[in-house]
């Protein structure tokens, strides 16, 4: 209370800014003044009157002191003295400043961004009401490849209305898809992100329409979907934000629908990095399909039941689902594996993302990396701030002898530090602005666009300042320690006038720079791994043509062809292709290869059970894809419909199920499954291996068979075409020539070559930025070498002066001086060979086809550090035998 | 000035923090006093024992005014200087029974102490 008082008479005092100080002398004058009058009345002189008078009153400077203290926050007042000091210092080495501030601006702008893309892509929650008690229900281990799969589709629509009937942990569950749709017709025909939604979607999370209203209940009916509501931003830019009403409509996937609503600003799905431009109801079709693995299932948990209690309640429910829901037309064991499929809920406030998937190992080791970054430059600085320290040991040693306490030089220097620290932050935020977004753009390729939104929130405001403090406390508080446990005498003494400088006065400095030199050559390991890597990926022979080869992907849903003659159109599409100029050879093929795409199907040879990849291709497909033939025969016009059914297998398929013998003319049974019953094929070729589902994925058994006994033809297909021409000169040919002749068909085309390295986008990351922050740290690591041997050179002037003048040759001087680097990269370099096949470990699943513990890896980065180290130790070395005796030992 | 030095020798230091209750005490009996006042007043009562640097009373006087204890406002000196007169407010009074009960019970418990025959 009394304590409570005291402040608030300090804050009047501040407020007011009261008289106190010159009150207080003319009180003290009157007193003295009254005190002397009396003493002269006892007969003193008025000379000795005054001086009894201010003894008795005591040291008034002092009493000032102290009231002044009373009155004011002293702490914060010093503390604002010494930041004022520190930016004076500061002021008056800009340059050190200024390398300083930039230096730092860097490391933690680096870290900032890293985290940022980290936080939008894991951390952070969707913007809907209390998105932590939103939980997804997934089949735990999923689904294993059973039936067919859609992007996040994790459950079957008949699973979806059984557990909307039986469960009762959720208060409200809903369920959504995605799906590739279009927009318009003919050549106005444009893509779009289709997001498919049950009725209460919007009404469960919380989400209220922008304009007009959004999906509801009424509008799940029976199929054709007739209604529609579109994106904030799709509205904005395709619809020119005009106001929704009853004349507002699309023609989506050739149906006219009405518009509804718009979806607020703010919410972008639930997908993190992807967006959705439509939203669409589900309807109810004639019949749901029971092996397609359509939609994701979400949430939120009533109060007071946790996910635990919820996947309690699922696991009960399992059994009486998969009954209800068995799939048909597969082999016994399938449907036995279906029904043992187990339910359980799991957290979904952040929503779903493949892009946290396939980049969370990725960001949490890119932030390791920018960490270290940042400890080398703090090293760095550390150093400098200790070489300014060593200068400035005079000023500390009088400030002590003057009567500073220890603990205000050390506030002092700190506060100098945090000076720097925080002027550091400001910039790396700023720079982290430009950085993270310029890498959600790096992310993207032409066929997906990554949507990120980057913004500064209260977690990463709380990394960069913890980052910040970190980074204060390792290059400020360390020398600032140091500088305080200075004893001043000698300090006054020795003013640079040592003879050999102690061991002890370098120690931390050596420290600093073998620290220093072992993280960079980690950080060297790590991007000369990635960039190998990526080298490799870049330059790989998938075993076929990448280069000269376009991919068509065409859609005539709207041509009006009748599902009997979609294999002829097909064949018609495919001879109109190879009538362009240019174009070599040209098949249609179920699945084009390397792109992530999967078709797997149950076989049987002999007595052997397994499986193999399908592919259904055109007659020229090994001549386009530039695959050769090891034995046998490939397909022709000859394999049609009616003929009998052949195919043609790769090499593991071989080894695994012909036991390496000759299997051409073995019999192949297929597994029956809807649309795809049981065939028996005849083997009649066999080609090499090649890659199948992408670069870093095995190689399968793999079949071919003709596209002509395809058996359940779509309206939809993709051409392979092989040209010597440029891909985007061929690639306009071909759109041109089917637009003429196919107006209303959808037609993609891109260079296969750039569909492949699309795939490779996170690998092209991971090699430039560990190169980059490879690089840098190499760079730091050198300057941080150049500066302490330098130093140290420096500090040994008058020994280096001796040595000369009594004869020593330039080249031991130099070898003296380099010596003393020697033992500092050599510790450096087994150190860090230490730690970088202990932080291999983390980049293993992230490399391709090496091994984190790479031998000419190891030696090629230890090369490089051993190299840059003694370019930054023979510049000061020989600059030290140049040196001329009589002035390095007369001057002090 | 022999006669001083040998009467400064038998001085006491004031007990820490029995500054603010005599400061009290004497505007509580004495009214409005400027901090000269005051000083003869802890002298005269003291009988010349106590050791005073007269400033602190000063310190005193601030952290009373601080806690709104006493108030203070300017006025005319004997020796027609200015000088500021302090008074004792009425919070200033409660605390000063507080402390005056405080202190007696302090006071009769050391007096029980040192009264203890072994």
Not at chain 1, 111 to 140: G, M
Not at chain 1, 723 to 729: R, T, V
Not at chain 2, 99 to 116: H, K, N, S, Y
């Amino acid at each position: 209370m009394e304590q409570l008082r005291a402040i608030l008479a300090k804050l009047r005092h501040f407020f007011e800014g009261s008289l106190a100080e010159r009150d207080f002398d003319e009180e003290a004058r009157t007193h003295m003044a009254l005190l002397a009058d009396r003493f002269t009345r006892r007969g003193m002189t008025p000379e000795a009157a005054w001086r009894e008078a201010r003894r008795q009153f005591g040291n008034a400077t002092s009493l000032k002191e102290a009231r002044h203290d009373m009155q004011t926050f002293a702490w914060l007042e010093r503390l604002w003295h010494d930041l004022l000091h520190g930016a004076r210092l500061l002021r008056m080495n800009p340059v050190f400043s200024c390398v300083a501030i930039v230096s730092l601006g860097l490391g933690i702008g680096a870290n900032t961004a890293i985290f940022q893309l980290l936080d939008a892509v894991r951390l952070r929650t969707l913007p809907i009401r209390n998105p932590n008690e939103l939980a997804q229900i997934k089949i735990v281990g999923g689904n294993q490849g059973m039936g067919m799969n859609n992007a996040y589709g994790d459950l079957t629509r008949p699973i979806w209305e059984e557990l909307h009937q039986r469960q009762k942990a959720f208060s409200g569950l809903f369920a959504w898809g995605v799906n590739g749709d279009v927009v318009g017709t003919g050549s106005q025909l444009e893509p779009v992100n289709g997001f498919y939604v049950t009725g209460n979607l919007f009404q469960v999370l919380g989400v209220e329409a922008w304009r007009g209203r959004l999906v509801t209940p009424e509008d799940e009916h029976a199929c054709p979907v007739t209604t529609a509501v579109v994106s904030y931003a799709y509205w904005q830019t395709k619809m020119g934000g005009r106001e929704i009403d009853l004349g507002t409509k699309l023609l989506i996937d050739g149906q006219l629908m009405q518009v509804t609503g718009v979806t607020p600003p703010g919410f972008l799905g639930l997908i993190v990095g992807d967006r959705f431009d439509i939203v669409l109801p589900f309807c109810e079709p004639k019949q749901l399909m029971r092996n397609l693995f359509e939609v994701t299932v979400m949430g939120r948990l009533r109060p007071g039941i946790s996910l635990a209690g919820a996947s309690a309640e699922l696991a009960a429910l399992s059994p009486g689902i998969t009954a209800a829901t068995e799939i048909t037309g597969y082999s016994a064991e399938t449907v036995a594996r279906y029904r043992r499929f187990r339910l359980a809920a799991y957290p979904a406030g952040a929503g779903v993302s493949g892009l946290r998937d396939e980049y969370d190992s990725s960001l949490w080791l890119l932030l390791g990396i920018t960490g270290l970054v940042l400890l080398i430059a703090c090293a760095n600085l550390a150093n400098l701030i200790l070489a300014r320290a060593s200068a400035r040991e005079r000023e500390l040693g009088v400030r002590l002898a003057l009567g500073a306490s220890r603990g205000r030089l050390l506030a002092q220097l700190l506060a100098e530090n945090t000076l720097l620290a925080v002027a550091g932050a400001a910039l790396g935020i700023g720079i982290a602005q430009m950085v993270s977004r310029a890498l959600v753009w790096s992310l993207s390729t032409e066929s997906n666009a990554v949507l990120l939104p980057m913004a500064i929130d209260s977690r990463v405001l709380a990394f960069t300042a913890a980052v910040t403090t970190l980074t204060c406390l390792v290059f400020g508080a360390i020398p600032a320690l140091r500088a305080a446990g200075l004893q001043p005498l000698s300090a006054l003494r020795a003013g640079g006038r040592g003879m050999t400088a102690s061991r002890d006065r370098f120690s931390l400095q050596r420290a600093l720079a073998v620290t220093q030199i072992s993280v960079s050559l980690v950080l060297l390991v790590g991007a000369l791994l990635f960039v190998r890597s990526f080298h490799k990926l870049m330059t790989f022979d998938p075993g076929m043509r990448e280069e000269g080869v376009t991919a068509a992907f065409i859609g005539f849903q709207q041509s009006n062809i009748p599902a009997e003659r979609y294999l002829q159109f097909q064949q018609q599409l495919v001879e109109e292709v190879r009538a362009v100029p240019g174009v070599i050879s040209a098949a249609t093929t179920t699945n084009p290869p390397l792109l992530g795409g999967s078709w797997t199907h149950g076989i049987q040879i002999g007595s052997a059970h397994g499986d193999s990849k399908f592919t259904w291709v055109g007659p020229e497909y090994l001549a386009t894809m530039g695959i050769p033939l090891l034995r046998g025969r490939g397909f022709s016009a000859s394999d049609t419909a009616d003929s009998a059914r052949v195919a043609v297998v790769n090499e593991t398929f071989v080894r695994q199920y012909a036991g390496g013998t000759d299997p051409i003319g073995m019999a192949m049974r297929t597994g029956q499954e809807p649309d795809y019953p049981s065939t028996v094929y005849t083997i009649v070729g066999v080609i090499p291996d090649t890659k199948y589902a992408c670069l870093r994925c095995g190689t399968p058994p793999m079949t071919f068979a003709p596209a002509s006994q395809f058996p359940a033809q779509h309206p939809w297909t993709a051409i392979l075409i092989h040209s010597n021409l440029p891909a985007d000169i061929i690639a306009s040919r071909v759109k041109l020539r089917l637009a003429e002749k196919h107006p209303e068909m959808a037609t993609q085309l891109s260079s296969f070559q750039t569909l492949i390295r699309d795939g490779l986008v996170r690998d092209r990351l991971m090699a430039m930025l560990s190169g980059f922050f490879g690089l840098l740290a190499a760079l730091l690591a050198m300057a941080g070498l150049y500066g302490v041997v330098s130093y140290m050179a420096a500090r040994r002037r008058n020994e280096i002066g001796i040595r000369i003048a009594l004869g020593a040759r330039r080249g031991q001087v130099i070898g003296m001086v380099m010596r003393e680097a020697a033992w500092m990269v050599a510790a450096g370099v087994i150190a860090g060979t230490a730690l970088a096949l202990l932080a291999g470990r983390a980049a293993a699943t992230l490399l391709f086809d090496l091994k984190p513990y790479d031998v000419p890896t190891l030696a090629a980065a230890a090369g490089m550090l051993i190299g840059i180290a003694v370019l930054a130790s023979f510049v000061p070395a020989s600059r030290a035998s140049g040196l001329d005796p009589m002035q390095a030992l007369r001057c002090d | 000035m022999s006669k001083e030095v040998t009467r400064n020798q038998k001085k006491t230091d004031i007990l820490q923090g029995t500054l603010d209750l005599m400061v009290l005490k004497t505007l509580d009996a004495l009214g409005p006093l400027h901090g000269y006042g005051i000083a003869r007043r802890i002298e005269q009562i003291s009988d010349s024992v106590l050791q005073l640097n007269e400033g602190t009373v000063y310190t005193a006087l601030l952290r009373l005014e601080q806690q709104g204890w006493i108030a203070s406002e300017w006025g005319s000196s004997e020796n027609n200087r200015r000088a500021r007169f302090y008074s004792i407010s009425r919070s200033g009074r409660k605390q000063l029974a507080r402390e005056t009960q405080e202190w007696e019970r302090m006071a009769g418990v050391i007096g029980r102490l040192l009264q203890v025959r072994r």
